[in-house]
T-cell receptor, first 118, second 112 residues
């Protein structure tokens, strides 16, 4: 199993350009997430998808859109990149609570995408 | 006030030392607690969950104090390979998605 994979690993954009970050997981997880990590800020949730067909905003959604393409894939799109979006982006996935009521909270992270916007 | 606050780093300790990290959280309704480890320029990985009664995994011991909203991580007999950033993580969401709030992390450097 590859776990959570992300492409690309590195990207440099000019202000105003658009791009899509791809994420896929092969663990049959229901929930997927996009985070950004900036120095001194910790990881901040951008968007998440509790299950296939649903998406919700996280803490810092402005300037981003997401698509839950299927159960495996969750993409993050920057329509018009800005220098403030220079960051490391992590995708993660987790099981959601099962019918037994147990809450599966461990999130498994991809290797990250380092994005620089000039 | 930040939702999850951690000791500022870095902690520089010699190999074999015992080191403790502390973390406080502001949401009293938080349900689950974790320590994640993040190596330089890598993704975070779960180190251990934290249970109310406290739990131990080898050289690592985690404690939770709900009344004080305080979490700790103790590392005994530090190894060079323990050098990393340790993230305190809290989940306050009871819905179907696991919405985690991350602390900014405490960096540990273990030296010879």
């Amino acid at each position: 199993n590859a776990g959570v994979t992300q492409t690309p690993k590195f990207q440099v954009l000019k202000t105003g350009q658009s791009m899509t970050l791809q994420c896929a997981q092969d663990m049959n997880h229901n929930s997927m997430y996009w985070y950004r990590q900036d120095p001194g800020m910790g990881l901040r949730l951008i968007y998440y998808s509790a299950s296939e067909g649903t998406t919700d905003k996280g803490e810092v959604p402005n300037g981003y859109n997401v698509s839950r393409l299927n159960k495996r894939e969750f993409s993050l799109r920057l329509e018009s990149a800005a220098p403030s979006q220079t960051s490391v982006y992590f995708c993660a996935s987790s099981l959601s609570p099962g019918t037994s009521g147990r809450s599966y909270n461990e999130q498994f992270f991809g290797p990250g995408t380092r994005l620089t916007v000039l | 006030r930040k939702e999850v606050e951690q000791d500022p780093g870095p902690f520089n300790v010699p190999e074999g030392a015992t080191v403790a990290f502390n973390c406080t959280y502001s949401n009293s309704a938080s349900q689950s607690f974790f320590w994640y480890r993040q190596d330089c320029r890598k993704e975070p990985k779960l180190l251990m969950s934290v249970y109310s009664s406290g739990n131990e995994d080898g050289r690592f011991t985690a404690q939770l104090n709900r009344a004080s909203q305080y979490i700790s991580l103790l590392i005994r007999d530090s190894k060079l390979s323990d050098s990393a950033t340790y993230l305190c993580v809290v989940n306050g969401d009871t819905g179907t998605a696991s919405k985690l709030t991350f602390g900014t992390g405490t960096r540990l450097q273990v030296t010879l």
